[in-house]
């Protein structure tokens, strides 16, 4: 892939490559219909108007009825393969040496009708999003948080190697890139070690973020028929970067004994561009190892089960100045995605198309490749020195975080652009 090139100009190192191809939700300066769309460089390719006119006629048995749809769920729900020969055609097209000149690339009255300036639109969440978990899958952000509670000894729970951790969070929560956040409101307990504790209401004092990747499914699974691990994958549309912002204080006190809940459910962001499964394929590599015998559900007959994705973090405050608190890898977690998804099945539980699957908070082993403030503070113990001599330990309203992620180099990079958020005050009751 990395020698092919598109004849549309694309900046170097760009996320949206012709070898991506990531698929979203727009409307634009005039229309303001929301519609699918693939990135590619800084602009956008209309689906809705290029299929209507006749852009696919290459592709005769392709329902582009899917293109009109304000989500990308019907789409998605015609499965990986039709996923695979849609990129293909486009990455075809698109190229320099396009097999089709006559589609797109010689045709200057298309070219202006579905290929939109990125700055003239405007993205919406990708899917209708009916479920989401967020799993626990970053070990090395698992042990981190456990040893501050419990010590390194006993810092992972006995059940952490043998089943994905996981807990149901909130759909209607689930925001786009760039949508504010409001800090929220709940009981806190300002001294956990006191006896009795005594809670009281207000602003969360404790805000972070949480650096992770959320899968998309295509396709789900009838009640009662789990999905198999050797199936799993076909059942994974594609990735974004999510950010499941925290309110650690809130947390600390309602999590026990039934987990997260108002500490998670106030906000979670994702990037608005989802690039799909096949594009990361070339990019898959060894995850965290799980030496512990798997019950036969789990294991994997492919050792390739994350994906070497280079992933940062940002933080700008209210007055404009930016400062780079981490980098780290997206190859840092114990279990895959398809683990994820037949664990989460198992039961019998059913699955749907657009459901949103969270990894947890993604950490590398180094201090500069921490995926959320809580370790970077160490539980709000030390500071966190950004530019310009200011320091954190959570966030301030007015600050704003910035995740990005890509695999791949140069002309064949794969990102995902960029999941952005920035803190509005909490409402005063």
């Known amino acids: 892939m990395a020698s092919l090139k598109s004849w549309v100009t694309i900046r170097e190192n760009h996320h949206f490559s012709i070898a991506n191809l990531p698929f979203g939700i727009i409307h634009s300066k005039y229309d303001a219909s929301h519609r699918p769309a693939v990135a590619i460089g800084d602009l956008v390719l209309d689906l809705k108007a290029f299929s209507s006119h006749k852009g696919f006629s290459a592709l005769p048995s392709l329902d582009i009825s899917v293109f009109s749809q304000t989500s990308l769920n019907a789409f998605a729900a015609l499965g990986r393969r039709v996923h695979g020969e849609v990129r293909s055609y486009l990455q075809d097209i698109l190229s320099e040496s396009t ?12 070219k202006k009708a579905v290929l939109l300036p990125k700055h003239e639109t405007k993205t919406h969440l990708p899917m209708a999003i009916g479920d989401f978990t967020d799993f626990f899958a970053g070990k090395n952000h698992a042990f981190n948080v456990g040893t501050m509670f419990r010590g390194p000894a006993n810092a992972l729970q006995p059940n952490y190697t043998h089943l994905p951790v996981g807990y149901h969070g909130r759909s209607s929560s689930i925001v786009n890139s760039g949508t504010p956040v409001r800090r929220p409101n709940g009981q806190i307990v300002l001294d956990p070690a006191a006896d009795p504790k005594i809670p009281f209401f207000g602003p969360s004092r404790k805000l972070d973020f949480e650096l992770e990747l959320g899968a998309f499914l ?61 594009a990361l394929e070339p990019y898959k590599t060894h995850g965290i190892p799980n030496t512990n015998q798997l019950f036969p559900y789990l294991k994997e007959t492919d050792s390739y089960t994350a994906f070497d994705i280079k992933l940062s973090v940002e933080l700008t405050t209210a007055e404009e100045s930016t400062s780079l ?53 160490q539980g709000g113990n030390r500071e966190i020195w950004l530019r310009g001599m200011e320091v954190r330990r959570w966030l301030l309203d007015g600050d704003t975080v910035t995740l990005s992620g890509y695999a791949g180099e140069d002309e064949a990079r794969v990102g995902f652009g960029e999941c952005v958020g920035r803190v509005e005050s909490a409402v005063i009751f």
């Open 99 to 110: 097999t089709h000149p006559d589609v797109l690339k010689d045709n200057e009255e298309l």
């Open 325 to 377: 608190i981490s980098q780290t890898n997206a190859k840092w977690l114990l279990w895959s995605f398809p683990q994820m998804l037949a664990h989460h099945s198992a039961g019998g539980c059913a699955m749907r198309t657009g459901d949103l699957l969270g990894s947890g908070t993604i950490s590398g082993e180094g201090e500069k490749e921490l995926g959320s403030m809580l370790e970077m503070s």
């Open 218 to 278: 295509c396709t789900g699974n009838t009640l009662g028929d789990p999905i198999r691990i050797a199936d799993a994958e076909e059942h994974i549309f594609g990735y974004v970067l999510m950010n499941d912002w925290s309110a650690r204080d809130i947390q600390t006190w309602e999590y026990i004994p039934l987990g997260p809940f108002n500490a998670k459910n106030f906000a979670t962001t994702i990037s608005p561009w989802v690039v799909l499964a096949g």
